[in-house]
């Protein structure tokens, strides 16, 4: 894949000034906890959705049954929170909050896969602002949890913390937005512009960005909403 959600805790990171930042195997062990976490919800979309392939591949549900495939599903989210329980952090409080979020931002990434199945399967198409809010559950609180997430890893300040974790939200609802505009699916009303609206989220976290201290960072989290663009592309 991408590996998107371990680079924005990566970069995230980066944000923090040096003398504040985690020991960089933690680093390591939380940018692996999000990936996981991110792979769990993919093999569970996947045996939902019934899909054959991902990424060229045959999915785990048409190789090995949708048996096996939810309990790798299971098992991946029970690594990913043994690898959070596990970043050997300075203080227990960051330990705590951190557990706390990736608790939060799971039950909601469930909350919106259940919300858009409801959708899907009834055959209707939701107004605007619930789609967003499906887009933000299932997709965007992950990435931005990812950020925060580092951050408080890191010991930042609460006001670079909750800066960070705009940011990523922001990303993410663009991210999800120019996938749904790329794939021409979304279960939403008719006249809806998604590239403009995930446009917008993408100038709200450069406009994030632009707030913080300048360096490397900042450049590749800049050049990652380029990218999102640029891939999306029609």
């Not at 997430?149 to 800066?163: R, S, W, Y």
Request: with cysteine.
């Amino acid at each position: 894949g991408k590996l998107l959600r371990p680079a924005l805790v990566l970069l995230s990171a980066g944000m923090v000034e040096k003398r504040e930042r985690a020991p960089e195997h933690a680093l390591l062990r939380l940018a692996t906890a999000v990936e996981l976490i991110h792979s769990a919800s993919l093999v569970h979309d996947d045996i939902i959705d019934g899909e054959p392939l991902r990424r060229g591949e045959p999915t785990l549900n048409r190789r090995y049954g949708d048996h096996t495939a939810v309990l790798v599903g299971d098992l991946l989210y029970a690594r990913s929170f043994a690898l959070l329980t596990s970043l050997e952090l300075p203080r227990w409080e960051q330990h705590r909050e951190i557990f706390h979020l990736f608790c939060e931002t799971t039950q909601a990434m469930c909350l919106g896969e259940i919300r858009e199945q409801q959708v899907l399967e009834s055959g209707s198409r939701v107004g605007f602002e619930e789609y967003l809010n499906i887009l933000r559950n299932k997709t965007a609180v992950l990435m931005s949890a990812c950020c925060r997430g580092a951050a408080i890893a890191c010991a930042a300040a609460p006001q670079l913390a909750a800066t960070l974790a705009e940011f990523g939200l922001s990303f993410g609802m663009a991210f999800q937005l120019l996938d749904d505009a790329a794939d021409r699916d979304a279960p939403v009303e008719n006249g809806w512009d998604l590239r403009a609206a995930a446009q917008a989220h993408l100038e709200r976290a450069h406009g994030l960005l632009a707030g913080l201290a300048a360096g490397p960072s900042r450049t590749e989290l800049e050049a990652a909403c380029e990218l999102i663009l640029a891939a999306a592309a029609p």
